[in-house]
């Protein structure tokens, strides 16, 4: 018979193995909910009439980059009856005033959540912004061109002044300035901004005037990596299709700039140990061009530059050892290939057959 001390510990045991199992079972029939999903819209300053854009895509896309991936429903409420679902959706209100938009979202596994943004909704008048970027898609390092112009009844406003900003899709985060831009005589504007990586809401917004409030509108940027390789790309030629296999370890992009200018591309890379510095090749439209390698502290910088026109360039950073790390394997030394080879030896085939008949006529008839 157990002392009386040691039945209080074992009644105090299963009395806790109880309370956990009660509470286990219960979590499994709760509702789980993670991080509350978010939204974006854009014009941020909607009109009556106007086709305004939902957005909670971007938070799927955050969610199975840092979680288990997974696939979520979306349920849209607007606010005056109206509903929708999808991760993005279009609405257009038929009356001026502030209405609570919603999105709930879903998994069919107990995770989700809700969130809910107030709207205010205002007349049309007949001024409208516009922001256009570049592409909507980068690479670290890249630049992008924000462009937009301001219009009045369809006609461009000069000298209208606009404030860029920018806003990472992070819980908690704010606007930050980009720039300040003035018109044109055409109501246009333009610069350049050099973002790091994330994902990005830009926003152009007018302060409006004596006659017209304020106005905003926004679209979405995405900032993409290279990997833990390539740390930077930079170029002053306009650069399309950029493309980076970290398997492979080959770049690619093709590079564009006015006729008689020349052109440059710097590539940072970090010091991997399994990264040789003198087995890179860079082909410009197929042909091995020269460049330099540079080493710094934490880092190799590759260097080339060409004459402008539209260029493919492929850069390959395991290609095999070559001699010097500032130039790159002349065209003449290169393997030959094996359709090349075949070639050859069938040639030279059918030369050693053709001297064997010549000799054997030419000793056969002097032998008579």
Same mark, same amino acid.
């Given at each position: 018979?157990?002392? #009386?001390?040691?039945?209080?510990?074992?009644?105090?045991?299963?009395?806790?193995?109880?309370?956990?199992?009660?509470?286990?079972?219960?979590?499994?029939?709760?509702?789980?909910?993670?991080?509350?999903?978010?939204?974006?819209?854009?014009?941020?300053?909607?009109?009556?009439?106007?086709?305004?854009?939902?957005?909670?895509?971007?938070?799927?896309?955050?969610?199975?980059?840092?979680?288990?991936?997974?696939?979520?429903?979306?349920?849209?409420?607007?606010?005056?009856?109206?509903? #929708?679902?999808?991760?993005?959706?279009?609405?257009?209100?038929?009356?001026?005033?502030?209405?609570?938009?919603?999105?709930?979202?879903?998994?069919?596994?107990?995770?989700?959540?809700?969130?809910?943004?107030?709207?205010?909704?205002?007349?049309?008048?007949?001024?409208?912004?516009?922001?256009?970027?570049?592409?909507?898609?980068?690479?670290?390092?890249?630049?992008?061109?924000?462009?937009?112009?301001?219009?009045?009844?369809?006609?461009?406003?000069?000298?209208?002044?606009?404030?860029?900003?920018?806003?990472?899709?992070?819980?908690?985060?704010?606007?930050?300035?980009?720039?300040?831009?003035?018109?044109?005589?055409?109501?246009?504007?333009?610069?350049?901004?050099?973002?790091? $990586?994330?994902? $990005?809401?830009?926003?152009?917004?007018?302060?409006?005037?004596?006659?017209?409030?304020?106005?905003?509108?926004?679209?979405?940027?995405?900032?993409?990596?290279?990997?833990?390789?390539?740390?930077?790309?930079?170029?002053?030629?306009?650069?399309?299709?950029?493309?980076?296999?970290?398997?492979?370890?080959?770049?690619?992009?093709?590079?564009?700039?006015?006729?008689?200018?020349?052109?440059?591309?710097?590539?940072?890379?970090?010091?991997?140990?399994?990264?040789?510095?003198?087995?890179?090749?860079?082909?410009?439209?197929?042909?091995?061009?020269?460049?330099?390698?540079?080493?710094?502290?934490?880092?190799?910088?590759?260097?080339?530059?060409?004459?402008?026109?539209?260029?493919?360039?492929?850069?390959?950073?395991?290609?095999?050892?070559?001699?010097?790390?500032?130039?790159?394997?002349?065209?003449?030394?290169?393997?030959?290939?094996?359709?090349?080879?075949?070639?050859?030896?069938?040639?030279?085939?059918?030369?050693?057959?053709?001297?064997?008949?010549?000799?054997?006529?030419?000793?056969?008839?002097?032998?008579?």
């Amino acid at each position: 018979m157990l002392p #009386a001390k040691a039945d209080a510990s074992a009644l105090a045991l299963v009395m806790l193995l109880s309370m956990l199992t009660l509470a286990c079972s219960s979590a499994v029939n709760a509702q789980i909910v993670h991080a509350t999903p978010s939204f974006v819209y854009s014009p941020l300053t909607p009109r009556v009439g106007d086709v305004v854009t939902f957005d909670a895509l971007w938070w799927e896309q955050y969610w199975n980059e840092n979680n288990e991936p997974r696939s979520f429903s979306y349920s849209w409420s607007f606010g005056d009856g109206a509903h #929708a679902t999808g991760a993005t959706v279009n609405h257009t209100f038929t009356k001026s005033g502030t209405y609570n938009v919603g999105v709930t979202v879903d998994d069919g596994l107990r995770t989700g959540g809700s969130s809910e943004m107030k709207i205010e909704v205002r007349e049309q008048t007949p001024v409208t912004v516009h922001i256009f970027l570049s592409s909507e898609s980068i690479y670290n390092g890249q630049e992008v061109v924000i462009s937009g112009n301001l219009t009045r009844n369809g006609e461009g406003m000069p000298n209208a002044w606009f404030s860029l900003l920018s806003k990472t899709y992070v819980e908690g985060a704010t606007w930050n300035d980009i720039a300040s831009v003035k018109t044109d005589a055409y109501g246009k504007f333009s610069t350049v901004w050099k973002p790091i $990586y994330g994902v $990005y809401q830009v926003k152009a917004t007018w302060a409006g005037d004596s006659t017209y409030p304020e106005s905003s509108v926004s679209v979405e940027l995405r900032v993409k990596g290279f990997g833990n390789f390539i740390t930077e790309f930079s170029s002053n030629s306009t650069i399309n299709e950029l493309n980076y296999n970290a398997t492979t370890r080959v770049l690619s992009f093709t590079a564009e700039g006015p006729s008689g200018t020349n052109g440059y591309v710097s590539v940072t890379l970090e010091k991997d140990s399994s990264f040789d510095p003198l087995g890179i090749s860079v082909l410009l439209d197929g042909h091995p061009i020269e460049y330099n390698v540079e080493s710094t502290g934490e880092s190799w910088i590759l260097f080339f530059t060409y004459t402008h026109s539209i260029h493919n360039v492929l850069v390959n950073f395991e290609v095999g050892k070559i001699s010097e790390p500032t130039s790159s394997t002349p065209l003449e030394q290169q393997e030959t290939s094996p359709s090349l080879q075949f070639e050859t030896a069938l040639t030279l085939v059918i030369l050693v057959i053709v001297t064997c008949l010549g000799l054997a006529l030419y000793f056969k008839k002097h032998k008579r």
